[in-house]
């Protein structure tokens, strides 16, 4: 049975953190007072009488949300003091009279006192008499495989320990041993008990933070750290930035080392791509290469409900935990998230990013395209190396000329199309899933170059169409969600600037002989729809299904979909829409793996392998097999 978050409404707890109330509020786990049941000696028929599930507490039929209960427990039941203790109850009963019961249920199973406030019963509940209801103890149950409290458990135990509150956490689920939680829970009883006998005055602080900022003087003489996504295409950003005044600098420690890191310094239920980012940052800090006094940090903030708007805090967090509060940490982000006078995306920076873009994206399609069917290893990566520094000198220089990116795009193209390859017939295998497990090598165990040592050609699609996504996302939350027109007038008009940026390489793929040109995200859109909705739009969102319906489309039938562990929307979005991608084209052969700390490689291999026995099973039956190399 699933359960929701007990929590506490940020106003009543004596705190006014305007975002609070968002964290404190996460869905979990549904009904969690009857999950608790087993930490107190209560039997069932004590708190459920038959008469009392006739309104439905307790059944999974009645449809509970968007109203709360909010009660004060009487701490006298269980510390023999009397002082409240706020508790708030989330989307658990839409009419009062499931309230009333529940608070009946709620006396039988604490054997507490629980009363009802009859004020607070809207979906915003008010103040009421502030100076009494300043509990000290914060219990928590958490959902274990949603993760949704890696973020916010981190925040709220330090808004609560900082002003002399007890925090204490539950990880409740339907595997777990709950002798572990009655243990914590005697445990917070224990420590309310001594609390209690020192008699201390708490005092009440700010939950707001100090952040350095990064200022037009920094810079001058400051290193600016970023932690690798994709090597191929991160090569040529660094000397972009670094051609507008910047001294970054692409962190190469994207490794199992970082990993371990990164466990150190982030709640180690925060997601795989997480514990890497920071982890890179947190290593090479730690290294001594570094000025402490002299270097900052940059990474991108999307903005949206993927953790990946969070990495921002996570990043801070460390640092503090490091006690490195003095580095700033800059965010590139185009929802006004935050801002650094000394960092600006100009014009001219933001021309030499998009040419870099896509001069990552031709050399990722090509050699991928290419390098498995090589007569003479080791050709493509020359070529690779060679186009490589032509790029970054051309992206270094001072002046920019859109007729010399077009022709190095159709010159660069020709160049991957004339090498000498063989004959031979390969599974072609479509590579899907979260951005930094995609494209970060260290992040899928080098799947790229797993597929090709197997006998398979890799089919990444590119990196500037999930840029194309976002921008396409304002269409509809313009036509559903109110937006102003002015933002999916803003959004279509960055995919036109990007499909005239791209032209010029589209019009040499499709002359060529080996290459497909990259997909049109509306067209993506429109593979997608009759699957999942374009409202669905956290993490990858509906981008991911219709990347793997692009990739049947053009005849690749083998996908990798890769997230990490417990990556709520990618799951839904990627592992969620197979079986009805399968219903629709029979011949798809995709497999769903998960990355992670914990992951065990073996299984990923094997359940890799057992994709590419059926992607050469079904190439055997076909007389012409795949797409012609």
Same mark, same amino acid.
């Given at each position: 049975?699933?359960?929701?978050?007990?929590?506490?409404?940020?106003?009543?707890?004596?705190?006014?953190?305007?975002?609070?109330?968002?964290?404190?509020?996460?869905?979990?786990?549904?009904?969690?007072?009857?999950?608790?049941?087993?930490?107190?000696?209560?039997?069932?028929?004590?708190?459920?009488?038959?008469?009392?599930?006739?309104?439905?507490?307790?059944?999974?039929?009645?449809?509970?949300?968007?109203?709360?209960?909010?009660?004060?427990?009487?701490?006298?039941?269980?510390?023999?003091?009397?002082?409240?203790?706020?508790?708030?109850?989330? @989307?658990?009963?839409?009419?009062?009279? %499931? =309230?009333?019961?529940? #608070? $009946?249920?709620?006396?039988?199973?604490? /054997?507490?006192?629980?009363?009802?406030?009859?004020?607070?019963?809207?979906?915003?509940?008010?103040?009421?008499?502030?100076?009494?209801?300043?509990?000290?103890?914060?219990?928590?149950?958490?959902?274990?495989?949603?993760?949704?409290?890696?973020?916010?458990?981190?925040?709220?135990?330090?808004?609560?320990?900082?002003?002399?509150?007890?925090?204490?956490?539950?990880?409740? @689920?339907?595997?777990?041993?709950?002798? %572990? =939680?009655?243990?914590? #829970? $005697?445990?917070?009883?224990?420590?309310? /008990?001594?609390?209690?006998?020192?008699?201390?005055?708490?005092?009440?602080?700010?939950?707001?933070?100090?952040?350095?900022?990064?200022?037009?003087?920094?810079?001058?003489?400051?290193?600016?750290?970023?932690?690798?996504?994709?090597?191929?295409?991160?090569?040529?950003?660094?000397?972009?930035?670094?051609?507008?005044?910047?001294?970054?600098?692409?962190?190469?420690?994207?490794?199992?080392?970082?990993?371990?890191?990164?466990?150190?310094?982030?709640?180690?239920?925060?997601?795989?791509?997480?514990?890497?980012?920071?982890?890179?940052?947190?290593?090479?800090?730690?290294?001594?290469?570094?000025?402490?006094?002299?270097?900052?940090?940059?990474?991108?903030?999307?903005?949206?409900?993927?953790?990946?708007?969070?990495?921002?805090?996570?990043?801070?967090?460390?640092?503090?935990?490091?006690?490195?509060?003095?580095?700033?940490?800059?965010?590139?982000?185009?929802?006004?998230?935050?801002?650094?006078?000394?960092?600006?995306?100009?014009?001219?920076?933001?021309?030499?990013?998009?040419?870099?873009?896509?001069?990552?994206?031709?050399?990722?399609?090509?050699?991928?395209?290419?390098?498995?069917?090589?007569?003479?290893?080791?050709?493509?990566?020359?070529?690779?190396?060679?186009?490589?520094?032509?790029?970054?000198?051309?992206?270094?220089?001072?002046?920019?000329?859109?007729?010399?990116?077009?022709?190095?795009?159709?010159?660069?193209?020709?160049?991957?199309?004339?090498?000498?390859?063989?004959?031979?017939?390969?599974?072609?295998?479509?590579?899907?899933?979260?951005?930094?497990?995609?494209?970060?090598?260290?992040?899928?165990?080098?799947?790229?170059?797993?597929?090709?040592?197997?006998?398979?050609?890799?089919?990444?699609?590119?990196?500037?169409?999930?840029?194309?996504?976002?921008?396409?996302?304002?269409?509809?939350?313009?036509?559903?969600?109110?937006?102003?027109?002015?933002?999916?007038?803003?959004?279509?008009?960055?995919?036109?600037?990007?499909?005239?940026?791209?032209?010029?390489?589209?019009?040499?793929?499709?002359?060529?002989?080996?290459?497909?040109?990259?997909?049109?995200?509306?067209?993506?859109?429109?593979?997608?729809?009759?699957?999942?909705?374009?409202?669905?739009?956290?993490?990858?969102?509906?981008?991911?299904?219709?990347?793997?319906?692009?990739?049947?489309?053009?005849?690749?039938?083998?996908?990798?979909?890769?997230?990490?562990?417990?990556?709520?929307?990618?799951?839904?979005?990627?592992?969620?829409?197979?079986?009805?991608?399968?219903?629709?084209?029979?011949?798809?052969?995709?497999?769903?793996?998960?990355?992670?700390?914990?992951?065990?490689?073996?299984?990923?291999?094997?359940?890799?392998?057992?994709?590419?026995?059926?992607?050469?099973?079904?190439?055997?039956?076909?007389?012409?097999?795949?797409?012609?190399?």
């Amino acid at each position: 049975m699933r359960c929701r978050t007990l929590s506490i409404p940020y106003r009543r707890c004596g705190y006014n953190h305007p975002s609070l109330f968002g964290v404190l509020t996460q869905p979990c786990l549904f009904v969690v007072l009857l999950r608790l049941l087993v930490l107190f000696p209560v039997e069932p028929r004590e708190f459920m009488a038959p008469g009392e599930r006739k309104t439905g507490v307790g059944d999974r039929k009645p449809h509970f949300e968007e109203s709360f209960f909010i009660g004060g427990l009487n701490r006298q039941h269980l510390v023999g003091v009397a002082r409240a203790v706020d508790v708030g109850v989330r @989307d658990f009963a839409r009419q009062a009279v %499931a =309230a009333h019961h529940l #608070v $009946r249920i709620a006396e039988k199973m604490f /054997r507490i006192g629980l009363e009802v406030d009859p004020s607070a019963r809207g979906q915003y509940v008010g103040v009421i008499s502030e100076e009494k209801r300043r509990g000290e103890a914060f219990l928590r149950p958490a959902a274990l495989e949603l993760r949704v409290d890696a973020v916010t458990t981190d925040e709220v135990y330090e808004i609560l320990t900082r002003s002399g509150k007890i925090y204490t956490c539950l990880k409740i @689920d339907e595997v777990n041993n709950l002798g %572990a =939680a009655r243990i914590r #829970v $005697r445990s917070l009883l224990a420590a309310l /008990r001594a609390h209690d006998r020192k008699q201390a005055v708490r005092e009440i602080l700010p939950s707001s933070i100090q952040k350095p900022v990064f200022t037009k003087e920094m810079r001058k003489d400051y290193t600016i750290l970023c932690p690798q996504m994709s090597p191929i295409h991160f090569s040529l950003l660094q000397p972009a930035f670094n051609a507008a005044g910047y001294n970054l600098e692409v962190l190469p420690n994207d490794n199992k080392e970082a990993v371990d890191v990164g466990l150190k310094y982030v709640n180690n239920d925060a997601c795989y791509p997480s514990l890497m980012v920071v982890g890179q940052i947190m290593q090479a800090l730690l290294s001594g290469k570094y000025d402490l006094n002299k270097v900052a940090v940059i990474m991108s903030q999307t903005g949206g409900g993927c953790r990946a708007s969070n990495y921002i805090g996570f990043i801070r967090r460390a640092l503090e935990k490091a006690d490195m509060t003095q580095i700033p940490v800059i965010s590139i982000n185009l929802s006004g998230l935050e801002e650094n006078p000394g960092f600006k995306i100009t014009p001219d920076l933001a021309i030499r990013l998009c040419y870099a873009a896509e001069f990552g994206d031709i050399i990722m399609k090509c050699v991928y395209r290419m390098r498995p069917y090589e007569q003479k290893k080791g050709t493509t990566d020359r070529i690779h190396r060679k186009w490589e520094k032509i790029c970054i000198d051309f992206i270094s220089s001072k002046h920019l000329s859109h007729t010399r990116f077009k022709q190095i795009c159709r010159t660069m193209i020709r160049d991957f199309d004339h090498i000498p390859i063989t004959d031979e017939k390969k599974p072609r295998v479509g590579i899907v899933g979260e951005i930094l497990v995609k494209f970060l090598p260290a992040a899928n165990n080098h799947l790229a170059e797993l597929l090709e040592s197997e006998g398979a050609e890799p089919v990444v699609p590119d990196l500037i169409d999930f840029f194309c996504y976002c921008f396409y996302n304002t269409n509809f939350k313009v036509e559903h969600l109110g937006f102003k027109k002015s933002s999916s007038m803003l959004g279509n008009t960055g995919i036109k600037l990007i499909n005239w940026l791209r032209s010029a390489a589209v019009a040499e793929f499709k002359k060529s002989e080996h290459f497909d040109p990259p997909a049109d995200v509306r067209d993506l859109a429109k593979y997608a729809s009759p699957i999942v909705s374009c409202g669905n739009q956290t993490g990858e969102g509906w981008f991911l299904t219709g990347e793997m319906m692009e990739l049947i489309h053009s005849d690749v039938y083998n996908i990798v979909c890769i997230q990490p562990f417990a990556c709520l929307p990618n799951h839904i979005v990627g592992k969620g829409v197979i079986k009805a991608i399968r219903k629709e084209y029979p011949k798809a052969n995709i497999v769903a793996v998960d990355y992670d700390p914990g992951a065990s490689e073996v299984n990923q291999l094997n359940r890799i392998k057992l994709m590419l026995s059926t992607a050469n099973k079904n190439l055997k039956q076909e007389p012409n097999g795949e797409k012609d190399a």
